[in-house]
């Protein structure tokens, strides 16, 4: 690992490392990632590396040894879960980058990561260091700014690693800034300690019960200069030495801050460069539509539908347009843009329906009920034109589903053979006819279980949507 204070050299008993596990604490700068790729380099092609990554640092590590890298905001919770039985089965060394996640999700993964390395069959109980960096953000101490469920199951796969993993092969190496963010249940399994660089008294003292100092001692461990630290354990040496770590082959791919030359340029020029096209453009002028006609009056209405339609031969002679599908859709169009529309029972729109019909020249309706219905429910999803040609595939799926649920299964094929990122909840219950977001969400899940379509959700908690029987698929929904 590097050099003692007299010059001799510092090794870690990699046998016993993996039955007694590591703890390597140090606040941002004390080096401790620079440790961990030192441990990480002179291992590689010993033993099996694992490394859950939640800044993308470690990711370099695939450019000169045989490690995989990917990238976990690619991914559902569920391919991650079978992602790590299968590095354990063919024992690969692997760095999970967590970059990219909220830290709700960040704990969401690494709890369904090790969860996957923890269930891996007994064959596949190889011998195995997970590393784990920025710990205390996947084992907290107490309450912290995520939900309650992923803090339990980032907490309880953490303990099962550095307190149950022994038996199946797994050694925790883990990592901290601040001990007192740490859960103690976490940190106590560990046997032994890489303690850098800290100030605050709380881990001071901690850092100092570990390593078995008297707490006048503490003071030491914040003096010890960056990339040195303290090492104690049965893996390290009996009693405590301070190690200069030595150096690495590989390089993060972010670096520490270094003065760099400010630029030379005059202020006068400067000033100009930094204030030029600030103003906001000139607003142009739109032209406000034509306010729409005034809509007719109850009396009107009444009047119009108490009227009796023409015998067939007089309607004959009327002069009618011979397309009545333009009409139809100016009418749906109309509908579906009144916001009390969706709440509405589909007999009252039906009857809206076929007056607006015929305040636009069509005396016979040109649709009965159910075709009524049917077309409302492709209005909603925004396909107004007719569903006989271009969408009868997509009506063959939808067969056995509920008339009022071909909506939102039309409005979701509709976004998945355009490419466009899969509607919201909210969205989904406005076409269902519905304010309730749950009732959404079990319209989803009924259509999953009759196998039309297949959600899936990625860990940024992006959600799309695949019609497996017309091999289309949504784009990810966007984040709120």
Known sequence: MGLDDTGRTV?????????????????????????????????????????????GDFVTLADHYDHVAIEAVDYSATEITRFAGRCRE????VVLSLEG???????????????????????????????VDEAQLFAPSGAAEVSEDARRGSLAAMANLMSRGRKRG????????????????????????????TFLDIDMARAADLLGMERRQAEAIRDLQRGSFLGLGPA?????????????????????????????????????????????????????????????????????????????????????????????????????????????PIAALFQDFQVRCRMMGIRRPPLDLPGFARRLAAARAGIFESLDDDWAPALAVARDLPDDMLGVFLLIARTARDGAPCPSDEVIAETYGTSSLGRARRVLA????????????????RRSIAIPQLGWTTQPSELA
């Not at 901290?176 to 660089?197: D, H, I, P, W, Y």
């Not at 690495?248 to 791919?253: L, M, P, Q, S």
């Open 236 to 344: 390290i040496a009996r009693r405590s030495i301070t190690v200069r770590i030595g150096a690495v082959e590989t390089a993060a791919r972010s670096s520490s801050p270094s003065l760099t030359p400010l630029p030379q340029a005059p202020a006068d020029d400067m000033r100009e460069f930094l204030l030029a096209d600030l103003e906001d453009p000139a607003p142009v002028a739109l032209a406000l539509p034509l306010p729409p006609p005034p809509p007719p009056s109850a009396n009107q209405l009444l009047a119009e539908l108490a009227r009796p339609a023409p015998p067939p031969e007089a309607a004959a002679d009327d002069e009618e347009p011979q397309d009545h599908e333009p009409v139809v859709v100016t009418v749906l169009r109309a509908i579906v843009a009144e916001a009390e529309a969706a709440t509405r």
């Open 90 to 93: 063919h024992r690969t060394s």
């Open 101 to 131: 996640l909220e830290i709700d999700s960040q704990m969401r993964c690494a709890a369904a990561f090790l969860a996957g390395l923890f269930d891996a069959p007994r064959d596949h109980w190889y011998p195995a260091l997970v590393i």
């Open 11 to 55: 090794a870690i008993d990699l046998e016993e490392l993996l039955a007694t596990r590591l703890l390597v604490q140090g606040n941002s700068g004390s080096g401790k990632s620079h440790l961990l790729r030192r441990l990480l380099e002179k291992s590689a092609g010993e033993v099996q590396q694992i490394v859950i990554d939640p800044e």
């Open 170 to 197: 797994l050694a925790g190496v883990i990592a901290t800034q601040r001990l007192a963010k740490l859960s103690k249940n976490v940190a106590a399994e560990a046997s032994n300690f890489l303690m850098g660089r």
């Open 446 to 461: 009924y259509m999953e279980s009759r196998d039309v379509i297949v959600p899936r959700e990625d860990l940024s908690g």
